[in-house]
Nanobody, 114 residues
């Protein structure tokens, strides 16, 4: 299983970005999928996740601004990010658990300027 994340970039305060994570390989059983982020000098944190039943969860700081969608027919997961703030600046990573094995994408940089 390989994950390819994309969609990061530089955006102004209040702007929007859409992150994509394309999954390749054998993904017949997906136990969970999520987006994490890591800002400089900080620990990696869970931003949004989709559980086996399709239930979504978000860290409090992004609720109402970010939307995670599970894999579509093209095996791509998305993170719609609206009303971005400078504190959202980080490297964003996609994460899948497939047949109880953890996989990470390579990370994509999101920078929000004030």
């Amino acid at each position: 299983v390989q994950l390819q994340a994309s969609g990061g970039g530089l955006v102004q305060d209040g702007g929007s970005l859409v992150l994509s994570c394309q999954v390749s390989g054998s993904i017949s059983v997906i136990n969970g999928m999520a987006w994490y982020r890591q800002a400089p000098g900080k620990q990696r944190e869970l931003v949004a996740s989709v559980g086996p039943g399709g239930t979504t969860n978000y860290v409090a700081s992004v609720k109402g601004r970010f939307t995670i969608t599970g894999v579509n027919a093209q095996n791509t997961m998305f993170l719609q990010m609206d009303d971005l703030k400078p504190e959202d600046t980080a490297v964003y990573y996609c994460h899948f658990v497939v047949q109880r094995t953890s996989y990470w994408g390579q990370g994509t940089q999101v920078t929000v300027s004030s």
